[in-house]
Nanobody
Framework: QVQLGESGGGLVQAGGSLRLSCAAS????????VGWFRQAPGKEREFVAT????????YYADSVKGRFTIAKDNAKNTVYLQMNSLKPEDTAVYYC????????????????????WGQGTQVTVSS
């Protein structure tokens, strides 16, 4: 059984920080590209950040660049999303997703490319 589990969401004031975690069970992230996506009510799921299998290449949506950081810890089989300087516009359900991609330098920003998904965690930023 493959399971991705997100944690770390919650309610925070504008300008605050949260750290989201995505842990994998049943398989390892060691050869996976891993991405974070978010979805607000009435809107489509949108790309936030992704990291290559090696952890050496990262990509961010323009809306979060400079504020969010994605990191991969293969020893703990966990991927993190550090979110700083949060804005009300960041309010959404955040999902992590993964796909085996050994050797792939540039992971996809398209949700359908990923095979495995977590259940999501709610992030609410108040003004």
């Amino acid at each position: 059984q493959v399971q991705l589990g997100e944690s770390g969401g919650g309610l925070v004031q504008a300008g605050g920080s949260l750290r989201l975690s995505c842990a994998a069970s049943g398989r390892t992230f060691s050869s996976d590209a891993v991405g974070w996506f978010r979805q607000a009510p009435g809107k489509e799921r949108e790309f936030v950040a992704t990291i290559s299998w090696s952890g050496s290449n990262t990509y961010y949506a323009d809306s979060v660049k400079g504020r969010f950081t994605i990191a991969k810890d293969n020893a703990k089989n966990t991927v993190y999303l550090q979110m700083n300087s949060l804005k009300p516009e960041d309010t959404a359900v955040y999902y992590c997703a993964s796909r085996s991609a050994p050797g792939r330098v540039v992971p996809s920003t398209i949700p359908g490319w990923y095979n495995y998904w977590g259940q999501g965690t709610q992030v609410t930023v108040s003004s």
